[in-house]
């Protein structure tokens, strides 16, 4: 138990340190790549068993709801309500690229076309694990490793494309003339968000709703923020760490993983992340010549990576967050209640075929 503790406050020590290094140096995303490489440093350098609680990386991602939720003004709401045919066409357009490259992520990992499906579609971690446990034709390991490791590539690639394509007059304006937090709420109003939070994340948990570490801080600000009309934003230091709390458990998984990475397997998980980034980045290049909106905006909002990290990526880029993430959170509900019923519809209908010609088989012989 002192051990852990011990490591635990090594690693965050370390990430602070890094942290505020690669800022004064005025690197890309400093307080969610400093916790990464003090986390892979503690791991793979120094061999520490590093538990990183649980409690902590969730009050990261509740933190970061928050702010997401406080973008949703009326205002942006209403223009966000003008641009649905966009997020629509954007999410049907990244789900049909999944598919394309399922087929050419069966051919190089071997594997079957249960496993391809549900190793490729973007945003949707949880529900495509319970449907891999479900299926017995699916291969869990595959799927865990390939939906998990996403976050390597994410993390990577998705800031780099980004930061060359920020554009200085998006979404951060406006959110500049909004006071921080501490400055806008008394302390009744704190403990009423927090109340409110807690409930709503509850009631999640319970119909066991994904992304519910996101979506319920989300949700209780967006009817804050109708009810009230209190427009804030998180200070700059706990967004920071927010940052620096979520992304050590992410790079402690990325230290995990990478260990996990080898053979025909890793090939595959490399063509599809890389493919799907790629192919998504240029989606939105065709797209962005038919609207007003920025690429980095479109790219961040099509991008398949858990909006968490995207959103990071939105705040530093000063793009506009509420649009960027009512992409994901519309991904989140359409795979939820549409694409997953349909993938679960036709893998039992392969199962069924299979079962069927196995039958054929049997009464030929």
């Known amino acids: 138990m002192k051990m852990r503790l011990k490591n635990n406050i090594i690693v965050f020590i370390l990430a602070l340190v890094i942290s505020l290094i690669l800022n004064a140096v005025h690197m890309l995303l400093p307080f969610m790549f400093g916790p990464i490489i003090a986390s892979i440093i503690c791991v793979k350098v120094f061999k520490m068993k590093v538990e990183w609680p649980q409690s902590l990386g969730l009050l990261g991602m509740i933190l970061l709801g928050v702010q997401i939720g406080s973008t949703f003004t009326k205002k942006v709401i209403l223009e966000i309500k003008d641009d649905w045919l966009s997020i629509v066409f954007i999410t049907l357009m990244l789900l049909t690229l999944s598919m394309i490259i399922a087929y050419f992520f069966k051919k190089i990992a071997k594997v079957n076309y249960e496993t391809a499906v549900l190793s490729v579609v973007p945003g949707a971690l949880s529900q495509m694990l319970i449907m891999a446990e479900e299926n017995k034709k699916a291969n869990i390991m595959v799927v865990s490793l390939t939906q998990t490791s996403r976050i390597i590539f994410v993390v990577i690639l998705v800031p780099l494309i980004s930061f060359f394509f920020k554009d200085s007059g998006s979404g951060s304006a406006g959110a500049s003339s909004v006071k921080p937090l501490t400055q806008m709420l008394s302390l009744p109003n704190v403990i009423i968000l927090i109340v409110a939070i807690a409930l709503v994340y509850y009631i999640m948990d319970k119909i066991k709703f994904p992304t519910k570490q996101l979506l319920a801080p989300i949700i209780v600000l967006i009817a804050w923020n109708l009810i009230t009309g209190i427009n804030f934003k998180l200070d700059n230091f706990l967004i920071a760490g927010a940052q620096i709390i979520y992304m050590i458990r992410i790079g402690i998984q990325i230290s995990k993983l990478l ?103 049997e009464s030929q012989r």
């Open 259 to 361: 260990d996990q990475m080898k053979g025909r397997v890793a090939v595959a998980i490399a063509f599809q992340n890389i493919s799907l980034i790629l192919l998504s980045f240029i989606m939105v290049l065709i797209i962005s010549t038919f609207t007003k909106h920025p690429i980095n905006e479109l790219f961040l909002g099509a991008a398949p990576g858990g909006m968490s990290q995207i959103v990071l990526v939105a705040i530093e880029t000063g793009a506009d967050v509420a649009r960027i993430s009512s992409y994901h959170i519309f991904r989140i509900f359409f795979i939820l209640f549409v694409i997953a019923p349909l993938i679960s519809y036709l893998l039992k209908y392969l199962a069924k075929l299979d079962l069927q010609k196995e039958k054929n088989e």
